[in-house]
C-alpha cells in the first residue's frame, strides 16, 4: 500500500484512538459527569480526585495505551521516521481535542507518555515516571510538575535517537503542554493553583 495513504489511514486511526475519553467513560459508568466535578478535567488526576487512586490509576493507564497501541501497529508497517512521527502526534491530539467532547479533553500527560514508553522502553520509562513522582513529591502541585517535567523530553528524545524528528517531537510536546495548561499556569502566576498533595 502506498506509504501516504498508510500515513493518512494511520492518522486518523491514531486520533480516533486518542480521542476515547476513558476519564468521561469511567466516571459516567459511576453515574458521575467528571467534566462537572472538581477541575472539569477528565484525565487521571481529577479522577483522582473525584473517584479515587485506583480508578485514576486505570484510566491512566488505558490513556497510555490508548496511545501506545496504535504507534506499535503502525510501526510495522511505516517506515519513514517523520511519518511515524505525525502518527505518534496523532491521539494526543485526540486525547487534547476529542471529536467525542466536542475537541474538548486532557491536558496530554498521561499521553504524551504513552510515545515515551514507545520511544524509551519499560524500563527507562519507569525511571520517567519515578522522576514524575519525585518531582511531584517535592512540588505538591501537579500542573507545575508537569509543566517542569515535559522541559526534559526533547532533551531525552535527542539522546536515545539523536534524531532531528524525534527532537521536533519533543519541541512539539512542550507547546501542547503549555497550551493544555494555560489555566493553571495562570493560577500559578496568580498564587491561586491548588495543591493536589496536602
Not at 469511567?26 to 479522577?47: E, H, L, P
Not at 521536533?168 to 503542554?177: A, D, K, P, R
Amino acid at each position: 500500500m502506498d506509504q501516504y495513504l498508510l500515513l493518512i489511514i494511520f492518522v486518523l486511526l491514531g486520533y480516533l484512538c486518542g480521542s476515547i475519553p476513558f476519564g468521561y467513560l469511567i466516571s459516567k459508568v459511576k453515574k458521575i459527569d467528571i467534566r462537572k466535578q472538581g477541575s472539569g478535567n477528565i484525565g487521571a488526576t481529577n479522577v483522582s480526585r473525584v473517584l479515587g487512586f485506583r480508578y485514576a490509576l486505570l484510566v491512566g493507564t488505558l490513556d497510555v495505551l490508548k496511545v501506545l497501541l496504535p504507534i506499535y501497529i503502525a510501526s510495522q508497517y511505516i517506515s519513514n521516521e517523520w511519518h511515524l512521527i505525525f502518527v505518534i502526534i496523532s491521539p494526543v491530539i485526540g486525547h487534547v481535542f476529542s471529536v467525542w467532547l466536542n475537541f474538548k479533553g486532557g491536558k496530554a500527560i498521561s499521553t504524551i507518555f504513552g510515545s515515551i514508553v514507545y520511544v524509551f522502553g519499560l524500563k527507562y520509562s519507569i525511571l520517567f515516571l519515578i522522576l514524575w513522582i519525585i518531582i511531584l513529591r517535592t512540588i505538591k502541585i501537579m500542573s507545575l510538575t508537569n509543566i517542569l517535567i515535559i522541559l526534559l523530553v526533547p532533551v531525552l528524545f535527542w539522546m536515545k535517537t539523536q534524531s532531528v524528528a524525534y527532537l521536533t517531537l519533543g519541541l512539539f510536546y512542550i507547546v501542547i503542554v503549555y497550551w493544555a495548561h494555560r489555566e493553571n499556569i495562570k493560577r500559578l502566576l496568580n498564587g491561586t493553583e491548588k495543591r493536589i498533595i496536602k
